[in-house]
């Protein structure tokens, strides 16, 4: 058998200037302010009391839990390649080190997004229930061509277009996407179940809205560099890209939520949340809406909660006080 020795590459950095990330000259105006923003409400599952949910999961009947647990059980996945592909993909063509940090940052949230679903499935569910609900998740066809779709393009990441398209659909993954999960804890939280697994759903939930934000506005800026007739044809494909997942979410809720009686109202409230995606990177709303679900909207809002999760994480865990970001909070002038 012929011995072929693999040709090594080498890449000499002898000759190149090393440079380091300097935090103390801006180097836009927003980087900076989402570092700190992300940095302050920075949380971990186990400052968490999710065992407080045991009666209440007991409580649930067979369809409820079913659900619950598969709704989490599809943010886990999403997590997962938004912390090993996603983020990961635009760092690789963002110079910027400040904004390369941001990014890191952000991935390794969605990595305890993920690892936090599993401290609940670990105080919910059996061992074997677990091992049977990761196998659910590999075999769901339509949970895993969401995947599939998203991660096809994170593959494909090497030039300034496929950039752009990453960063659009991140901001749909970040800012639509997880929400046909994140209603039913909600909505469950809302009536007084499952408060504690509601809590993590609604700190992860203030972490996504700031990462569709930022990651919205590096979309918003890598889009004005192209010319016009680019723009055009990069709107189409974010809007092709967006009637793609409308199609299978609309699909994946409909076999989750069969039989709740919610499916209508999950249903517009992705196209809601469609919508903030598009705001996100500076395009207009392309959904009809309906009134979204008071409970479920109110769960939205972190001022409407007994404390301020961008001060606090957990019951009663006071990090510091910090005040609440608006809208306002991301409209700058050159974008």
Do not use: C
Request: aromatic content about 12%; cysteine-free.
């Amino acid at each position: 058998m012929e011995n072929i020795k693999e040709k090594e590459e080498f890449v000499d950095v002898s000759k190149q200037i090393h440079k380091a990330v300097n935090w103390d000259t801006e180097d836009d105006e927003f980087t900076q302010a989402f570092w700190d923003q992300n940095v302050k409400q920075f949380w971990l599952p186990e400052e968490v009391p999710i065992s407080k949910d045991i009666p209440s999961w007991t409580a649930l009947t067979d369809s409820e839990r079913i659900l619950y647990k598969r709704v989490l059980a599809g943010l886990t996945l999403l997590d997962t390649k938004q912390g090993n592909d996603g983020i990961p993909s635009m760092m690789s063509l963002t110079d910027n080190f400040q904004r390369k940090a941001v990014l890191s940052f952000m991935g390794t949230m969605e990595e305890i997004h993920a690892k936090s679903y599993s401290s609940i499935f670990t105080t919910l569910l059996s061992k074997q229930e677990i091992d049977d609900l990761f196998v659910w998740i590999e075999e769901e066809p339509l949970l895993q061509n969401k995947a599939k779709i998203v991660l096809r393009q994170y593959k494909n990441t090497n030039t300034p277009r496929g950039l752009f398209m990453s960063m659009a659909t991140s901001v749909f993954l970040e800012s639509f996407l997880f929400y046909s999960g994140f209603f039913y804890p909600l909505f469950l939280a809302g009536q007084g179940k499952m408060i504690s697994s509601g809590e993590i759903i609604s700190l992860i939930l203030r972490d996504e809205s700031l990462h569709g934000k930022y990651i919205g506005l590096l979309a918003q800026e890598k889009f004005m560099e192209f010319s016009y007739d680019d723009k055009n044809e990069l709107k189409d494909k974010v809007y092709k890209l967006l009637n793609e997942l409308m199609e299978n979410e609309e699909k994946y809720t409909r076999l989750l939520y069969e039989g709740s009686g919610l499916e209508e109202q999950v249903l517009n409230f992705l196209k809601y949340n469609a919508n903030t995606a598009l705001n996100n990177m500076g395009f207009e709303d392309f959904y009809k809406v309906e009134p979204v679900n008071a409970i479920v909207l109110n769960g939205l809002s972190t001022e409407t909660k007994t404390h301020d999760f961008f001060s606090t994480k957990g019951n009663g865990y006071q990090k510091g006080i910090y005040e609440s970001l608006e809208d306002s909070d991301f409209e700058f002038d050159n974008l």
